[in-house]
Nanobody, 119 residues
Framework: QVQLVESGGGLVQPGGSLRLSCAAS????????MGWYRQVPGKQRELVVG???????MYADSVKGRFTFSRDISKNTVYLQMNSLKPEDTAVYYC?????????????WGQGTQVTVSS
């Protein structure tokens, strides 16, 4: 079972930046793919950034050019650098690990971290 711990959320003014971190309990090389999702009350969780089947990083149109996904294999940690933040980026952000258990695909989620963009 993969455990994910997120950090880095908070309150920021429009145009500001935040970096979210997600530390995994397993080596990143043992996890098939990782990504970030976000959710606002009353709406479905949506993909912010993830890996497609070809192994390329895929960003939601709403964050392209502003958000950057990265990882540090030595720390088993992935990051989401968020720049030029907008009020509509306000949401709870979740880290996701999608991996093969040996018999089925499984998704693991972090506890979520609140990002609020407001003046």
């Amino acid at each position: 079972q993969v455990q994910l711990v997120e950090s880095g959320g908070g309150l920021v003014q429009p145009g500001g930046s935040l970096r979210l971190s997600c530390a995994a309990s397993e080596r990143l090389s043992s996890i098939n793919s990782m990504g970030w999702y976000r959710q606002v009350p009353g709406k479905q969780r949506e993909l912010v950034v993830g890996l497609n089947t070809g192994g390329s990083t895929m960003y939601a149109d709403s964050v392209k050019g502003r958000f950057t996904f990265s990882r540090d294999i030595s720390k088993n940690t992935v990051y989401l650098q968020m720049n030029s933040l907008k009020p509509e980026d306000t949401a709870v952000y979740y880290c996701n690990a999608h991996t093969w258990s040996g018999s089925e695909w499984r998704d693991y989620w972090g506890q979520g971290t609140q990002v609020t963009v407001s003046s």
